[in-house]
């Protein structure tokens, strides 16, 4: 079955820290992966996507992703956190046949100054 | 500007009262759908439509129903609310390729509270 996976609950950094937000995902062929972000109160906007073609991924508010096909991970990164970062991140897959969306449980996560 | 909007936003009622949250969106989108947020378990979907008059379940649609009666408008009907469906509910949209690839647009989110 189709499935994805956030290991993190809820992570921790420093503002100006890196950050790394961990997604795994299980499907039989080559999904289509989002990364998506909730920040307090709103909807969910789109972070950044993988179709195909380059591994590695921009996306808006300076996050980046790379789709490693080996370990079945979409992991989203970012080189330096702002305070306004915090938010939670949902990872997801998009199944070939279909436009449902399947979301893992999501990262909290909280930025310190 | 291109948008996804629910209401109400914020919604307290009492068991087995009949509501309805609407949701309407202005993109022309084919593909609508319906989620629920629970803490741990990320977002399920609850029912979906691939087009007007075109509804489906997703993976958790009992106690729920929908209708697709026009393009633009998908509303969630909760005909005998229970408290076990206290939950965050997100609509979404998207134009619909049956492909997966799409970006989906999410509305604001209604906080449902089953009381």
């Known amino acids: 079955a189709q499935s994805v996976t956030q290991p993190d609950i809820h992570i921790t950094v420093s503002e100006g820290a890196s950050l790394e937000l961990r997604c795994n995902y299980s499907?039989?062929?080559?999904?289509?992966l989002f990364w998506y972000v909730q920040s307090p109160g709103q909807g969910l906007q789109l972070l950044l996507k993988?179709?195909?073609?380059?591994?590695l991924v921009q996306g808006i508010k300076g996050f980046e992703a790379e789709f490693k096909r080996s370990q079945s991970s979409f992991n989203l990164r970012k080189p330096s956190v702002h305070w306004s970062d915090a938010a939670e991140y949902f990872c997801?897959?998009?199944?070939?046949?279909?436009?449902?969306?399947?979301f893992g449980t999501g990262t909290r996560l909280q930025v310190f100054p | 500007e291109a948008q996804v909007t629910q209401n109400p936003r914020y919604l307290i009622t009492v068991t087995g009262k009949k509501l309805t949250v609407t949701c309407s969106q202005n993109?022309?989108?084919?593909?609508m759908s319906w989620y629920r947020q629970d803490p741990g378990l990320g977002l399920r979907q609850i029912y979906y439509?691939?087009?007007?008059?075109?509804?489906d379940k997703g993976d958790v649609p009992e106690g729920y129903k929908v209708s697709r009666k026009e393009k633009r408008n998908f509303p969630l009907i909760l005909e005998s609310p229970s408290p076990n469906q206290t939950s965050l509910y997100f609509c979404?949209?998207?134009?619909?390729?049956?492909?997966?690839?799409?970006?989906?647009?999410f509305g604001q989110g209604t906080r449902l509270t089953v009381v």
């Open positions: 993109m022309n989108h084919e593909y």
């Open positions: 993988y179709f195909s073609g380059d591994t």
């Open positions: 979404a949209s998207s134009a619909s390729v049956g492909r997966g690839n799409t970006e989906a647009f």
């Open positions: 997801a897959v998009g199944p070939y046949n279909t436009d449902k969306l399947i």
């Open positions: 439509s691939m087009n007007v008059e075109v509804t």
């Open positions: 499907y039989g062929a080559t999904p289509y």
